[in-house]
């Protein structure tokens, strides 16, 4: 049985170890206000995301879902805990860059927008500055969508 919740403390190593194994990038973690999700199978920690604040705007970053555990709904299930949550604290939209899962966000209504039109104080996350190489695609899922998730 899986479950979807906050991180605890506790597992922040785990959730690192995650994120570095799927080849994400850990530039910035955990450096500026973010809810950092997992899912759960009994004490393992088998997938997470993160929903970096950064001004009025969420950035999510790091969705991760351990291999053994793709196509599941994992990811889907993360994601979406994620957008409850800039919903919740009423952020105006969600940005993110991906190399690899572009479709995947295509489908969940994220729409690909340029590099440089994001808002200033995404553009200044190490995630958009400095993580992501140009090759990955800048994306928003715009509020309207996160009031209707
Ligand atoms: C992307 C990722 C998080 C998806 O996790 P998952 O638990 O397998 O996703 P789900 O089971 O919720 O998949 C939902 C749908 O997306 C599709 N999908 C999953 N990963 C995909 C990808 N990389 N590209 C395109 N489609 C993808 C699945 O086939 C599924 O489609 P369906 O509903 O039509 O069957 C996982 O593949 C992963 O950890 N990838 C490596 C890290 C990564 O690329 N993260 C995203 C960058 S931030």
Avoid at 98 to 114: H, P, Q, S
Avoid at 125 to 132: D, F, G, L, R
């Amino acid at each position: 049985m899986i479950a979807i919740e906050s991180a605890r403390p506790s597992d922040l190593p785990a959730v690192r170890d995650l994120i570095e194994s799927v080849g994400l990038p850990l530039d910035g973690f955990g450096e500026v206000p973010t809810e950092v999700f997992v899912a759960r199978e009994g004490e393992s920690v088998v997938g997470t995301a993160s929903l970096e604040t950064h001004g009025g705007d969420g950035l999510l970053r790091s969705v991760a879902v351990d291999e053994l555990w793709r196509g599941d709904g994992i990811g889907d299930a993360l994601v979406r805990a994620a957008e409850v949550q800039a919903h919740r604290i009423g952020l105006a939209a969600v940005y993110l860059l991906t190399d690899t899962a572009g479709e995947f966000f295509a489908g969940r209504g994220y729409l690909v927008i340029d590099r440089d039109a994001g808002p200033v104080p995404i553009m200044a996350s190490i995630e958009w500055s400095v993580a992501c190489g140009e090759t990955a695609i800048p994306m928003m899922l715009p509020a309207a969508a996160i009031a209707n998730s």
